[in-house]
């Protein structure tokens, strides 16, 4: 399809294990985001990757994350040794270049991370 | 801290009424101020969006009106239908070298048939 794909859509796994997230953003958008969905709450803004330049990882709320993206393609989501506060939906979204009302972003469906 | 205050956080309204939802800012530097509809299992979707240089927007059924004085602005879904339950999101970004949106903390919208 044309849209923002993230994979797994859900994953339960066990607290203490490594968990990767993936997501595939639209082809030929330079800008590629990471938010988080708690429960019955907004999004919390982890990281921004813009084109080749440094990523802007300031949202990331502990070391236990990381996130890569090779060129202006796939990236993927890392979350170390898992905590139960890990559990939200992962979104990512996409836009064509910086965020402008002529450049949305577009949002994938999710992954839904519950630790056990 | 929060940057974009929203309220109510649920709302129930009857088929044929009108929905407002409420978001305030302190930030004076953003200038532009989408609002996002996600239905369950899905992900948010833009719906509409507003710069600051108008005071409203209409698509349809749906309009923002921004108060940039009062650094206020609000989505008003006319003729609301069972379909637009949804819960609706406010944002909030820089335009120039924007890295990322601001959320509300989202309104859970039930219309009633």
């Known amino acids: 399809g044309a849209g923002v794909s993230q994979s797994p859509s859900n994953k339960v796994t066990e607290k203490g294990k490594d968990v990767e997230l993936r997501c595939d953003p639209i082809s030929g958008h330079t800008a590629l985001y990471w938010y988080r969905q708690r429960l019955g709450q907004g999004l919390e803004f982890l990281i921004y990757?813009?084109?080749?330049?440094?990523?802007?990882k300031s949202g990331l709320p502990s070391d236990r994350f990381s996130a890569e993206r090779t060129g202006e393609s796939v990236s993927t989501l890392t979350i170390q040794r898992t905590q139960q506060e890990d559990s939200a939906v992962y979104l990512c979204a996409s836009s064509l270049g910086f965020l402008t009302s002529n450049q949305p972003q577009h949002f994938g469906d999710g992954t839904r991370l519950s630790i056990l | 801290q929060q940057q974009v205050k929203q309220s109510p956080q649920s709302l129930i309204v009857q088929k044929g009424g009108i929905s407002i939802i409420n978001c305030a800012y302190e930030n004076t530097a953003f200038d532009y101020f989408p609002w996002y509809q996600q239905f369950p299992g899905k992900g948010p979707a833009l719906l509409i969006a507003i710069r600051p240089d108008v005071s409203e927007k209409k698509e349809g059924r749906f309009t923002i009106s921004f108060n940039k004085s009062a650094k206020q602005f609000s989505l008003h879904i006319m003729d609301s239908q069972p379909g637009d339950s949804a819960t609706y999101f406010c944002?909030?970004?820089?335009?120039?070298?924007?890295?990322?949106?601001?959320f509300g903390t989202g309104t859970r919208l039930t219309v009633i048939p």
């Open positions: 990757f813009q084109g080749n330049s440094a990523p802007d």
């Open positions: 944002a909030a970004c820089y335009q120039t070298g924007a890295n990322n949106l601001f």
